[in-house]
């Protein structure tokens, strides 16, 4: 089945990896792939043609760090700091949550994002299990694993985790590679060194990504040091092996600069939490230097609870204008560099180097933004319009590997309503 998306201001990828914004040209995908992208006049032929006049194609959104099922928690523990937040309103309530919880949690989620025209994201959360089959059932993109815990140095707590994070991490395959399973530890404060030493030695033979929250706050990276000698967690997790492999860690807003050294030579990747970050309180990520460095920096949305949204034009928008504000220079961190960040770079901090541009032979991960509302003409620079301007609500199609998952507000793969009963019924049930 080849489809040809006509008439849309295209935001492609050139030979040089920079960005171009085409008009007067159209896409043809073919299957999961995009076939072509050029003249409307020198297109092939395919099976459908969709009118986009008036719209901006442009690669599908990568949440590069999410806790999908905590739509259930949206919101709680507002004003609080993080520790605080956990414990006293986090936890109560995961302690309480079932599989069937995180199911319906996830497919709420996904619904979120495929309607802001997220189209590929990472999902750290419990019971992957049934994250792993959402993702799977309703079409999108994602990476899933068991989270890492260890609470003891000499038993195992909780007990048989290990076995299943690398169980998980070797058996869930997925035969098109569109949901991907790695490693994960939650972070250095939840895990104890035998145990996170054990993970490393595990991943050398299967070489999979790790996921990890890194320095998000200050007293997190502070008792980092005084527990290990001086490191902080970065250099403790360079220290334990966990970076012999690709890894991507959340937040990273405490890095100092010989953790960006560390981050630079082992390929770490970043994930940006702009609105979470704020909302906690945990400070600005010294995004400008690891750029600047060449470490690769994605961003993510982390849990509705610590959000309250999954709305990654939101996280462009906000993002972009913290750290312009933090450093004092309106010349840093331009559209285009915040458009990569949330395309092509979460892609490669996911361990995927097939999606995140709209280039020939690229997966067909596309959105269609709509230019019909007020806030979005004149349209005189189009990468500033997306990250200034666009909501996720403009979005209007969200196409994963070459199917159209949403588009103007029905969902192809997904029972909106039943989806809509469930979570109420988890709602009544986790408050009550």
């Keep these: 089945m080849s489809i040809k998306l006509s008439g849309g201001i295209i935001l492609a990828t050139g030979e040089n990896g920079e960005f171009q914004v085409l008009e007067g040209s159209c896409i043809v995908v073919n299957g999961k792939y995009i076939e072509y992208i050029g003249p409307e006049n020198e297109a092939p032929a395919a099976d459908e043609v969709k009118d986009m006049k008036g719209r901006i194609l ?32 986090i936890f109560p309530i995961e302690d309480k949550l079932i599989p069937e919880d995180v199911r319906i949690g996830e497919v709420w989620a996904v619904m979120e994002m495929l309607a802001s025209g997220v189209t590929c994201v990472s999902e750290m959360y419990d019971f992957p299990e049934q994250m792993w089959q959402v993702l799977k059932e309703t079409g999108i993109k994602g990476n ?13 707590i909780p007990a048989g985790r290990f076995k299943e994070c690398v169980d998980f991490a070797e058996n869930f395959k997925d035969e098109d590679d569109r949901v991907l399973s790695e490693f994960c530890l939650h972070s250095e404060y939840l895990t104890k060194e035998p145990f996170v030493k054990r993970i490393a030695e595990a991943n050398k033979s299967l070489h999979k990504t790790m996921n990890i929250h890194v320095s998000e706050t200050k007293l997190e990276h502070e008792e980092c040091k005084a527990r290990h000698n001086g490191l902080t ?13 690709r890894t991507y860690g959340a937040h990273c807003v405490w890095v100092e600069k010989e953790d960006l050294d560390i981050m630079k030579d082992k390929k770490f990747s970043v994930a940006f939490n702009p609105s979470s970050n704020c909302k ?133 793969t997904i029972d909106a309503e039943k989806a809509k009963a469930d979570m109420k019924s988890s709602v009544l049930r986790l408050y009550k």
């Excluded at 690769?296 to 999954?310: E, F, H, M």
Aim: glycine share 10%; proline share 3%.
């Design 58 to 89: 442009m690669p599908g959104i990568v949440n590069s760090h999410c806790h999908g099922p905590m739509t259930l928690l949206r919101g709680i523990g507002g004003g609080l700091a993080l520790q605080e937040w956990l414990t006293t309103a």
């Design 280 to 412: 906690l309180a945990s400070g600005f990520a010294p995004i400008n230097d690891m750029l600047a460095k060449g470490i690769n920096v994605g961003i993510g949305t982390d849990g509705t609870a610590s959000n309250d949204n999954l709305n990654m034009f939101e996280e462009l928008h906000l993002g972009s204008l913290l750290i312009k504000n933090s450093a004092k220079d309106a010349t840093v961190l331009n559209a285009e560099t915040v458009l990569k960040m949330a395309t092509v770079n979460g892609a490669k901090a996911l361990g995927r180097n097939d999606t995140g541009e709209l280039k020939v032979g690229k997966r067909a991960d596309i959105i269609a933004v709509s230019m019909d509302k007020p806030h979005m003409y004149p349209a005189f620079d189009i990468m500033n319009l997306l990250v200034y301007s666009a909501q996720g609500s403009d979005v209007v199609m969200t196409m994963v590997d070459g199917n159209i998952l949403y588009e103007n507000g029905i969902y192809m």
């Design 144 to 156: 899933v694993s068991r989270v890492g815990l260890s609470f003891s140095d000499t038993e195992e």
């Design 233 to 245: 967690p970065v250099q403790y997790l360079e220290k334990c092996g966990i970076l012999d492999e």
